[in-house]
């Protein structure tokens, strides 16, 4: 059987955790097209793994509709998005399947596929509770999911049952963790350090983009409750969160952390900073819909401690390979890191737990082979 022709569709082109999953997702798909709503990184990056790269250069509006508010703040934009979906209707003629990775380019390709009569899977990144979609999205998203979706990849159980929690079926998931490759560096922790111009002493990390559910105010609270510690808190309000990213400058500054915290920006290259950390952090107050953050720190071979919400539970092996504390807790947290960052936790086990854990069950073969299974299946069904 030959290969089917697979239009991979992102409405945004910025590298969030979900577009670095699609950059990874799309390796063994040399040749395959994809269709983004607007220019950015995730262009470039799936364009150097060989797809063939569509901008529809209008989607830039569409970062301004937020996903809490109601479909009818999109009436108008109502042209563009007609006209966005006629393109991407057009590409999708042009393919034998449409594989949607974000919730803004499952809802248009939903309508773009049923008028050419594609089959479409939707790859749903986020958990669908209330802190994130407006209940108006949620009924939209699931009718269309019932509608149109011949298959829903998702890549936790916290994901799915949030998809059932809001309506969904259940038959429609499949449930296919992230995977990620990191290759070590080879120096030692200090050497590290030094070479990136990080201080001695003891020194935690949190590695998100900055956003108020991401947590990094929890982590600058609990900083504040040890004393002599350093922390670095890396990423970029990626979607709009200047404000949060704001507040948080204010909130050192309030702790009276100058001196021993460095916001580091946007990088690309966590796995590295990971590796010259005692401990990283990842304090999100919502649940976590994977967490590739937590797999990353497990590979570095550093003790984790995170939040107990959401998928960090099933990745950290019910806290077996990392430290879980209660959410929205810097009392909690700094407690943590105290016994950590004192030995009195024996985080050694737990950091052996983690590394075989993320190269058994997170490797990114595995996530390719999956999804490329599932495409298949459902490329030949469709053609039955
Ligand atoms: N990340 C990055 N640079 C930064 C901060 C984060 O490249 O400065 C990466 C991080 O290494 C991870 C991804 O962004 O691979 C975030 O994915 P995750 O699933 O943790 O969160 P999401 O952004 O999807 O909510």
Redesign the pocket.
Known sequence: MTRPRVLFVNHSSL????E??LADAVGPWRGATAFLFEDGPLAAALAARGLAVEQAGMGRALAGLRRDSSPLRALPLAGRLAALTLALAGHARRHDLVYANSQKAFILAALATAAVRRPLIWHL?DILDPVHFGPAQRRLQIGLAHARAARVVVPSAAVAESFVAAGGRRDLLTVVP?G?DVIPDPRPRSELRRALGLPEGPLVGA???L?PW?GQHVLLRALARLPGVHGVV???A?FGEDAYAAELEGLAATLGLAGRLTF?????D??RLMQAMDVVV?PSIHP???????V?AMLAGVPVVATDAGAAAEILDGGRAGTLVPPDDPAALAAALARILAGEAAPAAAVAVARTRARTLYPVGRMQDEIAGIIGRVAREARA
Request: avoid cysteine.
């Open positions: 590298l969030s955790g979900a670095l999953v990144h992230n990620l590695f998100s983009r956003a991401k890396a990423g970029s990626l580091l920006g946007q990088r690309s966590v796995p990842h976590e819909p994977f967490g590739r953050t937590l990353e």
